[in-house]
């Protein structure tokens, strides 16, 4: 692993360690890219990092990118909730702050995010995802589709009708738009019901690039054995990878 498109920090609360330790693992790694991709700030809902704590935010993580660029190349990046409220702070942070690698990681869907992608145990809750995750990929803000299959974590049944719709219109939505599909190693790591096999076997009939990434909220779990386990689960798939961040659309 030469990169990792996918990092949280101490900043979201559920993670361990400052930008820095996150910068010195990555260059003891020999990674040559690193985006920090915390959870996005929300105005009402899914908020990890209060919008009262953004500023400092924005000034730490700008003088900890300062410091090490000629070392490593740094991106800057946010997770985001496709959720329409918040689409003009999304642009305003990619436009005016340079927060260019908006990932979407679709955590809750419906109206009000009231789905929890987490625990989808039904056939229409599965298909509102699939919904909102392609709807916030139609908007063009975003570079990347984090775990797609999330949405799998508890969902009850091996892999029915419901799963193939959900996850024909997901795939072929990334297909059209070129948009990378992250092999996630956070949820292999905690043992989750993600990534999953069935829906990766699935991607395979669409023309897609994949990555990779730690989801790390901590510095030790940039490269773990986790993610050695990762690389191999996908070539026994006949997944390959992709090293770096594929056509360049950041
Ligand atoms: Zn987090
Ligand atoms: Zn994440």
């Not at 890219?33 to 730490?60: K, N, Q, Y």
């Amino acid at each position: 692993m030469i990169a990792n498109y996918h990092t949280h920090s101490r900043w979201c609360r559920h993670g361990v360690g400052e930008f820095e330790d996150y910068f010195e693992k990555a260059i003891s790694l020999g990674f040559q890219e690193l985006a920090m991709t915390e959870h996005v700030p929300h105005r009402d809902r899914w908020s990890w990092i209060p919008w009262e704590e953004f500023e400092g935010f924005d000034r730490a993580l700008n003088a900890a990118i300062e410091k090490y660029r000629d070392r490593i190349t740094l991106i800057k990046g946010f997770e985001c909730e496709y959720d329409p409220s918040q689409m003009e702070d999304y642009r305003w942070l990619r436009e005016e702050l340079g927060y260019n690698f908006l990932i979407l990681g679709q955590h809750g869907a419906g109206k009000n995010l009231e789905i929890n992608s987490f625990t989808i145990h039904t056939g229409k809750e599965l298909r509102i995802y699939a919904d909102w995750v392609c709807q916030g990929l139609e908007t063009g803000l975003f570079v990347m589709l984090a775990h797609p299959d999330v949405a799998l974590n508890e969902y009850p049944r091996p892999w029915d009708k419901d799963c193939e719709k959900a996850f024909a219109q997901i795939f072929s939505t990334c297909e059209r738009l070129r948009i990378p599909v992250e092999l996630n190693v956070n949820g292999f790591r905690q043992g989750r019901g993600y990534p999953s096999e069935r829906a990766m076997l699935f991607s395979k009939n669409y023309n897609l690039k994949y990555l990779i990434n730690s989801d790390a909220h901590d510095p030790a779990f940039l490269y773990d054995e986790a993610g050695r386990q990762m690389e191999e689960w996908a070539a026994r798939m006949g997944i390959q990878a992709e090293e770096r961040f594929p056509w360049g659309s950041r």
